[in-house]
């Protein structure tokens, strides 16, 4: 039931992110597994959010998971499965045309508005937002929002507990996976 769940909970926060003025490719969800969306020619950058250190933050600058940021970090990754996602820098990108300087600000500019809107909706859910990945698409050459926002994409953890709510579950083999995603989908419904 993970994608039923993706798929609910990514349509609820486009909408959001609609409100706080960021286009998105949402256009309309027709039922559980199935959304309406404007197809849009994706930008291969994968663009990460980090505003606690987890993962391969972690692992490639050796600070220990959990500990709080004291800027948020922009990242961006070449999405390209063959050379394994690379991590790369704004000029690398410019440089091989996968965006365009203008593009690139609006992507920027964008992230920050999820950023904010994603922090505080989820902490008043009693979830802390640590990182998340974002994709961009072209939409009648504007830039939108594009792809999911979910326990998938994003890391989340329990405010008072701690406890890991998202896809790092099943990676690390924690257990629970159906019942947290339910739990992170009935916390994001529950206005
Ligand atoms: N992420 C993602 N897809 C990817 C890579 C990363 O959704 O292909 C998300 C991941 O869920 C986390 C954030 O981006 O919320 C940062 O991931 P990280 O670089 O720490 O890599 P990971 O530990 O997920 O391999």
């Known amino acids: 039931g993970k994608g039923a ?4 909970m990514t349509n609820n926060l486009m ?3 609609e409100e706080k003025g ?3 490719h949402y256009v309309e969800e027709i039922n559980d597994r199935d959304t309406f969306v ?3 020619e994706i ?3 994968e663009v990460i959010i980090r505003n606690t250190a987890a993962g391969s933050f972690s692992k490639r600058y050796g600070v220990p998971e959990g500990k709080k940021l004291p800027v948020t970090v922009l990242e961006f990754s070449y999405k390209n ?4 996602d690379p991590l790369m820098c704004e000029s690398h990108a410019l440089a091989l045309k996968l965006v365009t300087k203008e593009q690139l600000e609006t992507v920027k500019k964008y992230a920050s508005i999820v950023n904010e809107t994603l922090k505080e909706f989820f902490l008043e859910k009693g979830l802390k937002l640590i990182d998340f990945k ?3 698409g072209l939409y009648d050459g504007e830039v939108i929002l594009a792809d999911e926002i979910s326990p998938d994409t994003c890391r989340l953890w329990d405010v008072k507990t701690g406890e890991k709510m998202d896809k790092d579950r099943f990676r690390r083999d924690l257990g629970n996976v159906e019942e947290t995603y339910a739990e992170v989908l009935k916390r ?3 206005d």
């Open 188 to 190: 994001v419904k529950n």
């Open 43 to 45: 930008v291969p950058l």
């Open 5 to 8: 769940i993706n798929n609910r």
């Open 134 to 136: 974002i994709e961009f």
């Open 22 to 24: 960021v286009p998105t």
């Open 81 to 84: 499965d063959d050379l394994g």
């Open 15 to 17: 909408r959001r992110l």
């Open 38 to 40: 404007k197809k849009v």
